[in-house]
């Protein structure tokens, strides 16, 4: 098995993850309630995780700020790094796919203390 290295890599990861998720019972409902067409977001994903590992120029966005209004919590998170920790290591193996597997969990782990700040400001504002 090879690692990760490539654009084309990272399409296989991210259309093989999307399409999981998109057939997952928990997290499956909360992806199809706010993406209708799924290439742009595909496409977006290509741009993060291309930047993200190899530091190619070109993703714009705020993933937190597009997460933050939906109702997920922890065990929504697990089941995310569940399906993609599989799906990395069925394509992969070496230190790019294990390091995209401990970002993916680094990025969890902060969407949701930032998701539980905010739902504790709310509690203390109202």
Do not use: C, S
Not at 56 to 80: E, M, S, T, Y
Request: hydrophobic share 50%.
């Amino acid at each position: 098995m090879k690692d990760i290295a490539t654009i084309e890599d990272i399409k296989v990861f991210v259309n093989e993850f999307y399409a999981k998720v998109q057939e997952d019972d928990l997290i499956g409902p909360v992806f199809l309630q706010v993406i209708g067409d799924w290439q742009p977001h595909l496409e977006k994903m290509y741009a993060f995780w291309n930047a993200v590992l190899f530091g190619v120029a070109g993703f714009k966005g705020n993933p937190f700020a597009k997460h933050a209004p939906l109702k997920i919590g922890q065990h929504h998170f697990d089941r995310w790094l569940i399906l993609f920790g599989r799906t990395i290591d069925t394509h992969f193996e070496g230190p790019v796919a294990d390091d995209t597997k401990n970002r993916a969990g680094l990025m969890a782990e902060m969407f949701l203390h930032k998701l539980r700040y905010m739902a504790d400001a709310k509690r203390v504002i109202v």
